[in-house]
């Protein structure tokens, strides 16, 4: 199967492990280093909606510049926090997995098995 693609993080250790559970499986994605190669908008748009979550179920709040820019606010919408993201793509939590059976945001790592 190489029609997964994961957003992966090479320093992450949760992302390395969910890499090595996807090949573990006999699946090989495509790797996207979302740090070096970030989403587009719609990229982003549409990983959230096929998640089923809101913009904010996928931002990454450690080791980034979350609480300086105030993303915590509720009232900021979606258009600030993709803007912020377009900024520093280190706001995405990681890794997500995209397959034919669904996207998850893989935390806990055990995530990846309702996708594949």
Same mark, same amino acid.
């Given at each position: 199967?190489? !029609? %997964?693609? +994961?957003? @992966? ?5 949760? $992302?390395?492990?969910?890499?090595? #559970? /996807? &090949?573990? %499986?006999?699946?090989?994605?495509? =790797? *996207? ?6 989403? $587009?908008?719609?990229?982003?748009? !549409?990983?959230? &909606? &096929?998640?089923?979550?809101? /913009?904010?179920? =996928? /931002? ?10 105030? /993303?915590? !606010? ?5 258009? *600030?926090?993709? !803007? %912020? =993201?377009? #900024? @520093?793509?280190?706001? +995405?939590?990681?890794? +997500?997995?995209?397959? %034919?059976?669904? *996207?998850?945001?893989? &935390? ?9």
């Amino acid at each position: 199967m190489t !029609d %997964a693609v +994961i957003w @992966h993080n090479p320093g992450c250790q949760t $992302s390395r492990n969910v890499l090595g #559970q /996807l &090949r573990s %499986a006999g699946i090989e994605p495509r =790797i *996207v280093e979302y740090l070096k190669t970030p989403p $587009s908008r719609d990229e982003l748009v !549409d990983v959230v &909606r &096929r998640m089923g979550v809101p /913009l904010r179920g =996928i /931002l990454r709040r450690r080791g980034t510049r979350y609480d300086e820019l105030g /993303l915590g !606010d509720p009232k900021l919408d979606d258009t *600030v926090l993709l !803007d %912020a =993201i377009g #900024q @520093h793509p280190v706001l +995405i939590e990681r890794p +997500i997995v995209i397959t %034919a059976k669904g *996207v998850r945001l893989c &935390r806990p790592p055990e995530r990846v098995n309702e996708i594949i």
